[in-house]
């Protein structure tokens, strides 16, 4: 397994564009999240899945957003109509839910995907 | 509802000294405590991880932390520092496992 693999890695695109980011998780891992990181801040949690089901999503998830795992596998995050607000880089991480085992409920990153919103 | 906080932004120490990096965490139960590293351009790397057991835990490049209930910290030390520890580093909390909140980071400045 080589890990979570986030694609692109940096991505520039023009305010009022689309623009899709895709993860790959750990494959055993059934649970999968999205986070934003700006600079100099720390990870700000967006959506999670466990296995194909959306279970929780921020409020800062606005309407222009949309996460999917149709599978249960890899997922995607979709911003639409971006805006300038919108550059920062997602992050993708992947855990293996299980109550109080080891080696389980731990976030294992991917590398991240950069997003400048020109 | 669960919290960090991490006590300074930015820390700067002499090569081979002492690193100390604070965080303190509110939770309703017993929670999940963990210690990432970033570097530039990178994902998140986890450093070491608390969940049961043994307060005092160790974790990858020599660094550990202590789970103190009653102080409602998780500090990050290293006895010794190295250049390569240069980095930003995150705490965070869960409580059940289902969602991690994290601190706003401590960037880690190592002084030759």
């Known amino acids: 397994d080589t890990g979570v693999s986030q694609d692109p890695r940096h991505k520039i695109t023009k305010r009022g564009q689309n623009v899709t980011f895709r993860c790959d998780p750990i494959?055993?891992?059934?649970?999968l999240y999205w986070y934003r990181q700006t600079l100099g801040q720390g990870p700000e949690f967006l959506t999670y899945?466990?296995?194909?089901?959306?279970?929780?999503k921020s409020r800062l998830l606005s309407d222009r957003f949309s996460a999917e795992r149709p599978k249960g596998s890899f997922s995607t995050l979709e911003i639409q109509r971006t805006e300038q607000g919108d550059s920062a880089m997602y992050l993708c991480?992947?855990?293996?839910?299980?109550?109080?085992?080891?080696?389980?409920?731990?976030?294992?990153f991917g590398a991240g995907s950069r997003l400048t919103v020109l | 509802a669960q919290s960090v906080t991490q006590l300074g932004s930015h820390v700067s120490v002499s090569e081979g000294a002492l690193v100390l990096l604070r965080c303190n965490y509110s939770s309703s139960v017993p929670p999940y405590l963990f210690w990432y590293v970033q570097y530039p351009n990178q994902g998140l790397q986890l450093l070491l991880k608390y969940t049961t057991g043994a307060t005092l835990v160790k974790g990858i490049n020599g660094f550990e932390a202590e789970f103190k209930k009653s102080e409602t910290s998780f500090h990050l030390t290293k006895p010794s520092a190295h250049m390569s520890d240069a980095a930003e580093y995150f705490c965070?909390?869960?409580?059940?496992?289902?969602?991690?909140?994290f601190g706003t980071g401590t960037s880690l400045t190592v002084i030759p």
């Open positions: 965070a909390v869960s409580d059940t496992g289902n969602q991690f909140y």
């Open positions: 899945f466990q296995n194909e089901a959306q279970l929780e």
């Open positions: 494959s055993e891992h059934n649970r």
């Open positions: 991480a992947s855990s293996l839910s299980m109550r109080r085992a080891a080696g389980a409920n731990v976030l294992t």
